[in-house]
DNA sequence: TACATACAC
DNA sequence: CATGGTGTATGTA
């Protein structure tokens, strides 16, 4: 349920007390408008579980077998394109705002610290220290701080991690100047050249990457994950976290064993909801659900079942995204939204969406981008979303053409004042 | 194409 | 009292 979100985090989050955390979360949230619309999604999930459920007591004997077949050529197929050839490595800072915040002020170090825009808004990174109250990336500080008062409140300063980030980028340049930046705290990096050229090994690289990233960024400390693939590299990037590294080998038996009794959470791309989904199968690790794989195949999209298979035999894209057709394409949109106090105030609501919209069409106009579809996000008081777009008779990026369209396109939305308030525009 | 939802950071 | 902003992908109609 709802209670649990914040206590199955992806790391350092081992020895919280769970059941104190779902409490106070709870406690401090149930009634309130975003927790009625968590319940309602909820409850679109189980009625999708519901219709899974159905579809796979309705299918024979004969029909399992089948997609017993189908799941085991699937993976056979699957297999053949195992080559374990490549060498990732990923670069997870630790608690990065957090820690670089205590660069700055080191005596953050021994009290917990929460980074958020107030302490009513969400936190971005918490510190290690918070961790242990449960307190974590995403939370809305109110909750935080039940949980934690004594909880010190830092407002992000991006200046400080971008000038973090760059020093970090530049210890990784020297493996691969091609190394793909994830976001600010995070690289992803292929070392098969730089291992060969130089006849070194994954775990002595990421041993030094961590020596000289905390050099170069005057303490920072990083998480290191080593694999074959970038989805493997990066799960074992959190397998030590914090100050660690792992380097998984690369044998198909290696894999497996490192699969077997991972929970299916840990994998990138898998969520809250589909984690749910795959317990209602009784699939709580990467081994199970390589067992259950005729179960998936039967009732996943073939997309999905492709998505999971590959997590459950541990087989990833092993080559540079560059290297792929999609991959070299650039940016694919441009946005801008706010969050403000809910209002059916038309002028207001007029005035911000004019404002939203000029800004992304500067932002388009200086990226030298220009765009097809205009879309507006509204987002009510009740916290449901609501997007509506139109597709325009040719790309632009002309301030005019797109503030209209999204004028337009709110406008539209009649029920905006007689029954509806908004907390959110964006374009 | 239009819209909603999930996910990551 | 009270839950962010940006970008991508996918499912469904």
Redesign the pocket.
């Known amino acids: 349920s709802?209670g649990s979100v914040f206590t199955h985090a992806?790391a350092g989050m081992e020895n919280v007390d769970r059941e104190r955390v779902a409490r106070v979360?709870y406690d401090?949230?149930v009634g309130?408008?975003?927790?009625e619309n968590?319940t309602r999604?909820e409850r679109?999930?189980s009625k999708r579980i519901a219709a899974m459920k159905a579809k796979g007591q309705g299918m024979t004997k004969t029909e399992w077998e089948t997609f017993g077949r189908r799941a085991d050529e699937r993976a056979r197929a699957m297999e053949r394109t195992r080559s374990g050839a490549r060498k990732w490595l990923v670069v997870d800072m630790d608690g990065f705002y957090a820690a670089c915040e205590e660069l700055y002020d080191p005596a953050l170090k021994s009290v917990p610290v929460g980074v958020a825009?107030g302490?009513?808004?969400?936190l971005?990174t918490a510190n290690y220290v918070a961790r242990k109250y449960g307190v974590r990336?995403?939370?809305?500080?109110?909750?935080a701080?039940k949980l934690c008062p004594d909880l010190v409140f830092v407002k992000p300063d991006f200046k400080k991690y971008v000038k973090a980030s760059n020093e970090s980028r530049g210890v990784f340049a020297q493996y691969n100047p091609d190394y793909i930046a994830?976001?600010?705290?995070?690289a992803y990096i292929e070392v098969t050249e730089y291992c060969e050229k130089h006849d070194t090994t994954m775990e002595a690289i990421a041993e030094e990457i961590r020596s000289k990233v905390k050099e170069a960024t005057g303490g920072l400390t990083c998480s290191v994950g080593g694999g074959c693939s970038r989805r493997l590299a990066?799960v074992c990037s959190d397998f030590n976290k914090p100050n660690g590294q792992y380097i998984l080998g690369t044998t198909r038996d290696d894999i497996l064993k490192f699969l077997r009794d991972l929970p299916v959470r840990k994998?990138?791309?898998?969520?809250?909801?589909?984690?749910r989904i795959l317990n209602e199968f009784d699939i709580k690790t990467c081994g199970d659900l390589l067992a259950k794989r005729a179960t998936m195949l039967a009732l996943?999209?073939?997309?999905?079942f492709d998505?999971l298979l590959g997590i459950a035999l541990g087989i990833g894209t092993e080559c540079h995204p560059r290297e792929t057709p999609?991959g070299s394409g650039?940016?694919?949109?441009?946005?801008?939204?706010?969050?403000f106090k809910a209002t059916a105030d038309k002028a207001y609501l007029d005035a911000k969406m004019t404002e939203l919209a000029t800004e992304v069409a500067l932002?388009c106009q200086r990226l030298n981008l220009k765009g097809?579809?205009v879309?507006v996000k509204l987002k009510r008081s009740t916290?449901?979303?609501?997007?509506?777009?139109?597709?325009l008779a040719g790309p632009t990026n002309d301030v005019k053409t797109i503030v209209n369209s999204a004028l337009r396109?709110m406008r539209n939305e009649n029920s905006i004042g007689a029954n509806m308030t908004l907390?959110?525009v964006?374009a």
Not at 182 to 186: K, R
Not at 267 to 275: A, D, S, V
Not at 300 to 304: E, G, L, R, S, V
Not at 330 to 339: F, H, I, L, P, Q
């Open positions: 709802y992806k979360v401090a949230t309130t408008p975003h927790h968590e999604k679109a999930t825009a302490p009513s808004s969400v971005t990336a995403a939370m809305p500080g109110f909750i701080k994830g976001s600010l705290d995070e990066k994998m990138y791309g898998i969520g809250k909801t589909l984690e996943f999209t073939p997309k999905a998505f999609e650039g940016r694919k949109g441009v946005s801008k939204s706010e969050t932002e097809r579809m879309a916290f449901d979303v609501i997007q509506r777009q139109t597709t396109l907390r959110l964006g």
